[in-house]
């Protein structure tokens, strides 16, 4: 039940926590114009870098989120609960991301109001907050995970026996101590 309760909370952690991420990627990152034609909103202009741009400020602002949840889990882990918070990591992570990327197309609705039909007039420009690399929505949780996963391997790796030469044995070899090859 514990492992359970321990899931669930860095679960609604990382949810809350891509709320306010979402909210901080709305103001840092860069708008893309659209203008509203008869068959729908295209780009102002084809060569824009502000999409780009958008996707770089998702993937930075979700990166260094998971950084400190996967530092923070560890840190909390010692005490005996590793692959629940691991678990929350991923699956948190994962919420986390599709929060933050909700919540930031939605913060002045013009992504609402570009799509929908007769809401703007032909001609009129509209500025739109969108990722179009789908992939950084895996940056939280990848990076959360796998700084969970590069602590842990070096820290067991610190206490572990293997890490004395010849797996503890002092450097004994075949009855001549010291002797190396």
């Known amino acids: 039940m514990r492992h359970l309760r321990d899931f669930g909370l860095t679960v609604v952690v990382l949810a809350l926590m891509g709320v306010a991420a979402g909210f901080l990627w709305s103001a840092l990152a860069p708008r893309t114009p659209y203008l509203i034609t008869k068959s729908g909103p295209q780009l ?3 060569t824009t870098q502000s999409l ?3 996707d770089g400020w998702f993937a ?3 990166g260094v989120a998971g950084l400190a949840c996967g530092i923070a889990a560890y840190l909390l882990a010692r005490g005996g609960r590793p692959l629940a918070l691991l678990a929350g990591l991923a699956v948190g992570g994962l919420l986390a991301g599709f929060l933050s990327l909700t919540v930031g197309t939605s913060v002045g609705g013009s ?5 929908a039909p007769g809401s703007a007039g032909v001609g009129a420009t509209v500025n739109v907050l969108a990722i179009t690399a ?3 929505l895996l940056s939280w949780p ?3 995970v796998a700084v969970f996963g590069i602590i842990e391997s070096v820290d067991g790796y610190r ?3 293997l890490r004395k030469p010849y797996a503890g044995e ?3 070899i075949g009855g001549h101590e010291g002797a190396r090859p």
Do not use: N, Y
């Open 44 to 46: 102002t202009d084809p």
């Open 52 to 54: 780009i741009a958008a």
């Open 60 to 62: 930075v602002i979700t």
């Open 111 to 115: 992504m609402v109001q570009a799509a």
């Open 134 to 136: 789908r992939g950084v």
């Open 142 to 144: 990848l990076v959360a």
């Open 159 to 161: 206490e572990s026996p």
């Open 170 to 172: 002092g450097g004994d």
